[in-house]
């Protein structure tokens, strides 16, 4: 304890001396006592923090609830983590995710499920959340629940790559039977209004597989390989055209108005005007 207040004492001074300001003075404080485990006197520094420095409120909530999780004071970092939510109020994308996490890591497994749920009410669109929760629901031997979580997110996604996620969710569930075929049917209807997209056709070759269709299995792996190849072959001609418009303005602009230098681009197919 008497290192770490010394260590703190004379880093304060020499901060003062170079002109810092005083969040930054705490913030090495804070980084001292940390370093030493010095936990009371660290949770105090951020506390003070919390109280000079409102705009990082948010994340000083968060490491002051880690430190108490390393003092064993679950209940007490559950309470700070309560404020942290009010304090985050839907801004932060991860804030829910960190609240599940430290939930999730002293036990409180359904507590954590209940927050990683606010935090896909609150920001939808962010697929980390549905990953980690469906993860969580398995742990606990809820793993029907997460299936139906990936149904649902497939029967209603707009976008493909949540799609994409949900199909690749149900898969990681093992989900089976009725579930395989389901998915399977939702996504061939996708599938018809997006013809050209390759990785609906390896999730449809992968679904296939898990139901035993062989001929479909095949069929899908086809598509996918036929879209693959025409978008080689499409790369490689925007990659002809945009060097050939580079050989034009290159040529034109060391050569303007010379008639023979034209006759040479025409020969090699450039066409120069």
């Given at each position: 304890?008497?290192?770490?207040v010394a260590?703190?004492?004379?880093?304060?001074e020499?901060?003062?001396?170079?002109?810092k300001d005083v969040?930054?003075q705490?913030?090495e404080k804070?980084?001292?006592?940390?370093?030493?485990?010095?936990?009371?006197?660290?949770e105090k520094v951020?506390?003070?923090?919390?109280?000079?420095?409102p705009?990082?409120e948010?994340?000083?909530?968060?490491?002051?609830?880690l430190?108490?999780?390393e003092?064993?004071?679950?209940?007490?970092?559950?309470?700070?983590?309560?404020?942290?939510?009010?304090?985050?109020?839907g801004?932060?994308?991860?804030?829910?995710?960190f609240?599940?996490?430290v939930?999730?890591?002293?036990?409180m497994k359904?507590?954590a499920?209940?927050?990683?749920r606010q935090?896909?009410?609150?920001?939808?669109?962010?697929?980390?959340?549905?990953?980690?929760?469906?993860?969580l629901l398995?742990e606990?031997?809820?793993?029907?629940?997460?299936?139906g979580m990936f149904?649902?997110?497939?029967?209603?996604?707009?976008?493909?790559?949540?799609?994409?996620i949900?199909?690749?969710?149900l898969?990681n569930?093992?989900?089976?039977g009725?579930?395989?075929?389901?998915?399977?049917?939702i996504t061939?209807?996708?599938l018809?209004?997006?013809?050209?997209k390759?990785?609906?056709?390896?999730?449809?070759?992968?679904?296939?597989?898990e139901v035993?269709?062989?001929?479909g299995?095949i069929r899908a792996?086809?598509?996918?390989?036929?879209?693959q190849?025409?978008?080689?072959c499409l790369?490689?001609?925007?990659?002809?055209?945009?060097q050939?418009?580079?050989?034009?303005e290159s040529?034109?602009?060391?050569h303007?108005?010379d008639r023979?230098?034209?006759?040479?681009?025409?020969?090699?197919?450039?066409d120069?005007g």
């Amino acid at each position: 304890m008497n290192d770490s207040v010394a260590a703190t004492e004379i880093s304060e001074e020499y901060m003062s001396q170079t002109g810092k300001d005083v969040v930054e003075q705490l913030q090495e404080k804070g980084r001292i006592y940390q370093i030493c485990n010095d936990y009371w006197n660290y949770e105090k520094v951020i506390e003070q923090l919390i109280e000079v420095d409102p705009k990082g409120e948010t994340e000083y909530l968060r490491q002051l609830a880690l430190s108490m999780l390393e003092r064993g004071k679950a209940q007490d970092a559950r309470k700070v983590l309560m404020n942290l939510r009010t304090a985050d109020d839907g801004k932060d994308s991860i804030g829910g995710e960190f609240e599940a996490g430290v939930l999730s890591l002293v036990g409180m497994k359904d507590e954590a499920a209940d927050a990683y749920r606010q935090a896909i009410a609150t920001h939808p669109d962010r697929i980390e959340s549905y990953l980690l929760l469906a993860n969580l629901l398995k742990e606990n031997n809820q793993t029907d629940r997460a299936v139906g979580m990936f149904q649902y997110l497939a029967e209603n996604a707009e976008r493909d790559d949540l799609f994409t996620i949900a199909i690749d969710g149900l898969l990681n569930m093992e989900a089976k039977g009725r579930n395989m075929q389901w998915a399977r049917r939702i996504t061939l209807e996708r599938l018809a209004g997006r013809e050209d997209k390759n990785y609906l056709y390896q999730l449809l070759s992968d679904l296939s597989s898990e139901v035993n269709d062989k001929a479909g299995q095949i069929r899908a792996m086809e598509n996918s390989l036929r879209f693959q190849a025409a978008g080689g072959c499409l790369f490689f001609v925007n990659a002809w055209s945009s060097q050939r418009r580079s050989a034009e303005e290159s040529i034109t602009q060391a050569h303007p108005g010379d008639r023979r230098i034209k006759e040479t681009c025409h020969s090699l197919r450039l066409d120069v005007g």
